[in-house]
């Protein structure tokens, strides 16, 4: 599975304000806490990989807590990469589980966000603790065919809400926090 993804600098309240007059969906409110750790025997940063667990905390609902392995990007124009993730019942044993291992949390994102979806994709508007309001517009494609149109796609989202794509971030969320 690859995960197609743009990702821009925005104001979240003028973004709103479009995806209400676009009648988007709402998918809801989370906030999740990332946890990224690095690993002993490759350099996680070199190698444009990564390896984290997410806690989420819906407004509505129950936690979650998932793995994700997030591969390194495949094209030099998105955020696209291969990206493998699974719930686990217990954060805290997973945590223990990869520091007996040898991994090392290397540094926690808090984020809050706010879900919709739009012409096939999901729109998220991020308030990210110490690096700022960003918009995602994401799918997932089953191979590599179909990954220059699901970007395509994801570029007329973005411009749809008064964003340009030249515009995007390919830098992720932790990379933000360890410049900042």
């Given at each position: 599975m690859y995960e197609v993804e743009v990702k821009v600098s925005a104001d979240l309240k003028a973004v709103c304000d479009r995806l209400a007059a676009l009648e988007a969906r709402s998918l809801g409110r989370v906030v999740q806490i990332?946890?990224?750790?690095?690993?002993?025997?490759?350099?996680?940063?070199?190698?444009?990989?990564?390896?984290?667990?997410?806690?989420?905390?819906?407004?509505?609902?129950?936690?979650?807590?998932?793995?994700?392995?997030k591969g390194p990007l495949v094209d030099d124009e998105s955020k696209t990469r291969q990206e493998i993730e699974t719930a686990v019942r217990d954060g805290e044993k997973f945590d223990s589980i990869l520091t007996n291992l040898g991994f090392e949390p290397a540094a926690t994102v808090r984020k809050e966000r706010d879900r919709y979806s739009l012409e096939g994709y999901t729109v998220t508007l991020d308030a990210v603790d110490d690096v700022g309001e960003y918009v995602e517009v994401e799918t997932e494609v089953a191979d590599?065919?179909?990954?220059e149109s699901a970007r395509d796609g994801?570029?007329?989202?973005?411009?749809?809400?008064?964003?340009d794509?030249?515009?995007?971030?390919?830098?992720?969320?932790?990379?933000?926090?360890?410049?900042?």
């Open positions: 990332d946890t990224y750790y690095d690993a002993p025997h490759r350099e996680f940063p070199e190698t444009d990989e990564a390896l984290r667990i997410r806690e989420e905390r819906p407004a509505d609902g129950a936690d979650e807590t998932r793995i994700t392995y590599e065919a179909a990954l994801a570029y007329d989202v973005l411009e749809s809400l008064g964003l794509p030249d515009d995007q971030i390919r830098t992720s969320y932790l990379g933000l926090l360890l410049a900042s």
